[in-house]
C-alpha cells in the first residue's frame, strides 16, 4: 500500500488550506483513513480519522476549524480553516486496514502569525 498525499504549503493564520491522499496497491473494502501532525520536537499527534462508513474522529484542539471527508476507499481529503500558528507542523496521511499502519511521506504546513 502506498500513500501520496499533496497539499499543504504557507498560509497566514486565519487562512485556509486543503489536504489530499490517494492510497494505491492492496486496499480492502473496510479500513481507516486519517491525519496526523508533528510538529518540531514532539511527537506525532492525531488530527482527524474516517472510517469507510463515514464516521470520523477529531483531535479537540480542530473540532470546529477542520473537516476530514473521503471519496470511496482510497482518497482522504483535510480542510483546514481557521488555521492558526500552532497548527504548523508536517501533516502525514495514515491508512489502517487489516491491522496494519500505513503512512504517507508528510507534508509541510506552515501557518505565520
Known amino acids: 500500500v502506498q500513500l501520496q498525499a499533496s497539499g499543504g504549503g504557507l498560509v497566514q493564520a486565519g487562512g485556509s488550506l486543503g489536504l489530499s491522499c490517494a492510497a494505491s496497491?492492496?486496499?480492502?473494502?473496510?479500513?481507516?483513513m486519517g491525519w496526523y501532525r508533528q510538529a518540531p520536537g514532539k511527537q506525532r499527534d492525531l488530527v482527524a480519522l474516517?472510517?469507510?462508513?463515514?464516521?470520523t474522529n477529531y483531535a479537540g484542539s480542530v473540532k470546529g476549524r477542520f473537516t476530514i471527508s473521503r471519496d470511496g476507499a482510497n482518497t482522504v481529503y483535510l480542510q483546514m480553516d481557521g488555521l492558526k500558528p500552532e497548527d504548523t507542523a508536517v501533516y502525514y496521511c495514515?491508512?489502517?486496514?487489516?491491522?496494519?499502519?500505513?503512512w504517507g511521506q508528510g507534508t509541510q504546513v506552515t501557518v505565520s502569525s
Open positions: 495514515s491508512l489502517v486496514q487489516q491491522g496494519k499502519n500505513y
Open positions: 496497491g492492496s486496499l480492502f473494502s473496510v479500513n481507516v
Open positions: 474516517i472510517n469507510t462508513r463515514g464516521n
